[in-house]
Nanobody, 115 residues
């Protein structure tokens, strides 16, 4: 059983910052990648950022230069530093783990950016 626990969401004004964290626990044998997705009301879930086991990163165009993803290998964790937040960043953010030839999701954490 693999579990992902997210933290760090909340309400912030436009231009502010938030840091999301996710820690994976359970029987994890091989992590291929960890990342963050988000889903705004009425929209499909979309990739925000991903980091591979080799440290390569990929970002959605809409967050490049504002968000930064990093790994905490000692804790099987991943963090997302979000700066210069915009109202359009408002969404539920989900942690994603590719490991053990499976895909795992966290429960989601709400990020709300007020104008």
């Amino acid at each position: 059983q693999v579990q992902l626990v997210e933290s760090g969401g909340g309400l912030v004004q436009a231009g502010g910052s938030l840091r999301l964290s996710c820690e994976a626990s359970g029987s994890i044998f091989s992590i291929n990648a960890m990342g963050w997705y988000r889903q705004a009301p009425g929209k499909q879930r979309e990739l925000v950022a991903v980091i591979t086991k080799g440290g390569n990163t990929n970002y959605a165009d809409s967050v490049k230069g504002r968000f930064s993803i990093s790994r905490d290998n000692t804790k099987n964790g991943v963090a997302l530093q979000m700066n210069s937040l915009k109202p359009e960043d408002t969404a539920v953010y989900y942690c994603n783990l590719l490991a053990n030839l499976n895909v795992y999701w966290g429960q989601g954490t709400q990020v709300t950016v007020s104008p």
